[in-house]
């Protein structure tokens, strides 16, 4: 627990003091205390690494405990904000963006908030299918960029896609090895992705 508030405190320093050091940005938010372009980058670079990090362990790990699960869907629940500001345009709809920010932000209101208790069975159950659909669009769009049909607002669409389907992964239990083997697999799989392409939207200048 230590460690997470350490690394949280640190991450949140360095966003504080990118913000200031590019806050004449043309891209700067409006907001109380300046965040520029720069700051969103290296907070993203944290959230994803975090989310995907434990997707690809996943299936190595007991079941995690209510912190770890905390700390990793609100890790999702920012990468999805993050990248919302920084892409500029994505090419899903708005309905669908309107739904992935829900579907990302949910899970941290379900793991934190007490009056959240009665929906925490139903969410467990329906978890497997919003990890499942939002995967298939991360997909779906990672694909559509890598082979040039795409551009860089699909490789957007795909890194919020993606994370906000893992976002659901810390509440998947499932109970058959088979079911948790392919549940653990394609989240593998998926992370991979998502690693792959926020890696390349940074360094090509997609953000």
């Keep these: 627990m230590r460690t997470i508030a350490v ?3 640190t991450v949140l320093f360095l966003v504080a003091c990118a913000g200031r050091a590019v806050a004449q940005h043309e891209h700067t938010l409006s907001v109380p205390v300046s965040f520029g372009p720069l700051a969103l980058r290296i907070a993203l670079l944290y959230a994803v690494p975090a989310v995907a990090g434990f997707a690809l362990l996943r299936g ?3 079941r995690p405990s209510r912190m770890t699960v905390a700390f990793v869907c609100g890790s999702a629940a920012l990468g999805v904000l993050l990248d919302l500001m920084l892409a500029g345009r994505v090419e899903v709809s708005n309905q669908v963006v309107f739904l992935a920010v ?3 932000c949910f899970p941290v209101f379900l793991t934190l ?3 959240a208790a009665p929906l925490a069975e ?3 159950r329906a978890a497997p299918v919003v990890l499942a ?3 298939a669009g991360a997909i779906f769009h990672f694909a559509k960029a890598w082979t040039g049909a795409g551009s860089p607002a699909t490789l957007h ?3 919020i896609l993606a994370l906000a389907g893992l976002a659901w992964l810390p509440l998947v239990g499932c109970r058959r090895r088979a079911a948790r083997l392919t549940v ?3 989240s593998a799989v998926v992370a991979t992705a998502l690693l792959a392409a926020a890696a390349q939207a940074t360094v090509a200048g997609g953000f």
């Design 7 to 9: 690394l949280a405190a």
């Design 60 to 62: 190595f790990l007991d």
């Design 102 to 104: 829900v579907a990302g």
């Design 113 to 115: 908030a007490p009056v």
């Design 122 to 124: 139903p969410a467990r």
């Design 133 to 135: 659909a939002a995967s």
């Design 157 to 159: 669409s795909g890194v």
């Design 184 to 186: 653990h697999a394609g």
